[in-house]
């Protein structure tokens, strides 16, 4: 559990993590390594891989660019058994926990479980709901699942503490890659104050103050996606950390 701890770590002395997810068909190439190369040393505490629909990308090239220029843990965020590299440290073992599809609850798993051992890859198991965040966003079209209701945080924090209850390491609460409205603070702080697993909270986060609000109702980890995909600007990074970070001692 050496990257779990070290994510643990990482709450305990900045107050929260900051998370930067590479999707495989967005960067590829120079230009993935240049954008991982800028990542170090921006105060990102770990580089995510993955998407829900990946259309003409190599993955196992993506994941071994990225590790090869990555200081920092390179985790797995897949959208499915097909995202799955020895070549990363860890992978987010996701059960899509906000819908009912037994594929993505349970199915995925086991035919992944195997592979992953072979690999030798650190597991960190996941509780993954997606949030209702204005329109229809890829993961919910692909898993042909229904997100949770953005105003009812109850129902959100029950599906919370059944992931830990299940033994979860996490739970991860999802906008939605581009989300028009990233996941209300009034979930987050609800779903925070009700479990003891750490929280991760991404889409649709556009700007470091968004993410400070985040880590100011509870977050524990702020992701971010497309936005340093539309923004190369790596002082833009830093403020993302920073915001993140805020609560850091010393
Ligand atoms: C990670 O899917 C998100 O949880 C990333 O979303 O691309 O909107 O930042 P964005």
Redesign the pocket.
């Known amino acids: 559990m050496k990257i779990y701890r070290y994510l643990l770590d990482v709450v305990k002395k900045k107050g929260a993590g900051y998370?930067v997810?590479v999707?495989p068909d967005t960067r590829r190439g120079d230009d993935l390594a240049i954008f991982v190369d800028r990542l170090n040393g921006s105060g990102v505490d770990a580089v995510?891989v993955g998407?829900?629909l990946l259309v003409d990308s190599s993955f196992q090239e993506c994941v071994r660019i990225v590790k090869e220029h990555s200081d920092i843990p390179v985790i797995i965020?897949p959208g499915s058994v097909k995202q799955v590299s020895g070549d990363a440290d860890a992978i987010l073992f996701i059960s899509l926990i906000s819908g009912r599809n037994p594929y993505y609850l349970f199915g995925e798993h086991v035919i992944a479980a195997p592979m992953i051992k072979r690999l030798g890859l650190e597991v960190i198991s996941t509780g993954y709901m997606l949030v209702e965040s204005g329109r229809m966003?890829t993961?919910e079209y692909i898993s042909n699942t229904k997100p949770l209701p953005s105003d009812k945080p109850e129902i959100a924090m029950a599906h919370a503490l059944a992931a830990q209850y299940m033994g979860m390491k996490m739970v991860?609460l999802?906008?939605?890659?581009?989300?028009d409205r990233?996941v209300p603070e009034e979930m987050i702080k609800s779903v925070k104050s009700y479990i003891d697993i750490p929280v991760?909270?991404?889409?649709?986060?556009?700007t470091p103050e968004d993410a400070r609000k985040k880590v100011m109702a509870g977050a524990d980890f702020v992701?971010?996606?497309?936005?340093?995909?539309d923004n190369d600007n790596i002082d833009l990074i830093r403020e993302f950390a920073e915001a993140v970070h805020f609560k850091k001692r010393g």
Do not use: K, P, W
Request: hydrophobic share 40%; aromatic share 6%.
């Open positions: 998370l997810l999707d995510l998407g829900s965020f966003t993961a991860y999802e906008a939605g890659s581009g989300a990233s991760i909270v991404g889409g649709g986060i556009r992701v971010t996606g497309n936005i340093l995909n």
